[in-house]
């Protein structure tokens, strides 16, 4: 479900619309005054302008403080070559601006510009471009089955109207799932999740899962996948000049297991997830060979083939007695 609190704000606003007009209505047949067209035309339209803005916001908020910098940019010229014909305009020519119209428009923009500068200093103590990364996910697959394997049930759910290669993809990923080592995978196409598969709902995994419950996990490793997106497009654009192409895995090896993602091609990507910090490397492979799997239903070469040592006890590290053990598996 996706819970962006400014989808629902337009609809909010809205809604409003009908109340003034209605109250309008019934002041002008108890008072019995001649109805006002203009007045409720006015609060209709300043209404509807506010919802118009929420949606907009709502739209654009990812790139709001560029698009805030932006605008205080051009007004401020503006501005600039207002203040310039206010000065020189009565010495230059003929023409010249009000000064009462002058006084407004530098109060409207100083007022702008200092909002904007209030906005941007409060998202940089939170992280600069935050307001990308707390962003809704959009839309999420909704139609969901289960699928027991093994021992594993399995969730699947999946955007409607996905296309052939894309179902091959859906196999390929519940295939690789399993409650000992990889327990989640997401797939993404065009900016958007198409499917997600997991299992989360294991009675093995459930010693995981303290302060969230799955649903829970399950968004935030999806809004995770639009984050990961996007800085890895950040990051490519910076890595140019190594000239090492393009980054096509990334590996968040957290204290409780790792978030993977991985390039399939322009387009699309994967989003795995491991709970186990001891099969973080299992799930990496499993995650690897998913991708040139998934990218050969779409008939390219695969990209993550690679040969690893097995070193006898894996990716374990020793761990002091005094130090306490991630919850793992056990």
């Known amino acids: 479900m996706d819970r962006d609190r400014f989808a629902r704000l337009p609809a909010v606003i809205a809604s409003l619309v ?9 002041a002008w047949y108890i008072e019995g005054e001649d109805y006002d067209v203009s007045r409720a035309v006015t609060v209709v339209v300043v209404i509807l302008s506010l919802a118009l803005i929420a949606t907009v916001l709502g739209r654009i908020r990812a790139r709001l403080p560029v698009l ?6 051009v007004t401020a010229a503006g501005e600039g070559v207002l203040g310039f014909v206010a000065a020189f305009g009565p010495v230059l020519g003929r023409g010249g601006v009000p000064g009462e119209l002058h006084g407004l428009i530098t109060t409207g923009v100083s007022a702008f510009a200092f909002i904007t500068g209030v906005y941007l200093l409060i998202q940089y103590n939170r992280g600069l471009y935050l307001p990308y990364l707390d962003a809704g996910v959009g839309p999420l697959p909704s ?3 289960r699928k027991v394997i ?9 955007m409607p109207g ?38 989360l709902d294991d009675a093995d995994l459930a010693h995981f899962f303290h302060e969230t419950d799955q649903e829970q996990r399950r968004e935030l490793y999806l809004k995770a996948g639009h984050q990961l997106n996007w800085l890895t497009g950040r990051l490519n654009r910076q890595f140019r000049r190594i000239e090492g192409g393009i980054l096509i895995r990334t590996v968040l090896d957290v204290e409780r297991g790792a978030l993977y993602f991985y390039w399939v091609d322009e387009a699309r990507y994967l989003i795995g997830v491991t709970l186990d910090q001891r099969k973080v490397d299992v799930a990496d492979d499993k995650m690897a060979k998913l991708v040139d799997t998934i990218r050969g239903h779409f008939t390219l070469p695969p990209i993550n083939q690679r040969e690893r040592p097995r070193e006898r006890g894996g990716r374990l590290r020793s761990i002091a007695g005094s130090e306490p053990w991630p919850e793992s598996g056990s």
């Open 68 to 73: 805030m910098v932006i605008a205080l940019t």
């Open 18 to 26: 009908l109340l003034p007009v209605l109250l309008e209505i019934l």
């Open 162 to 199: 996905i296309g052939p290669s894309v179902e091959k993809s859906v196999g390929s990923c519940v295939a690789m799932l399993d409650q000992d080592d990889l327990h989640f995978v997401a797939y993404y196409a065009d900016g958007r999740c198409c499917f997600y598969t997991d299992v």
């Open 150 to 158: 093994g021992e594993s049930e399995i969730l699947i759910r999946t």
């Open 143 to 145: 139609a969901t089955k």
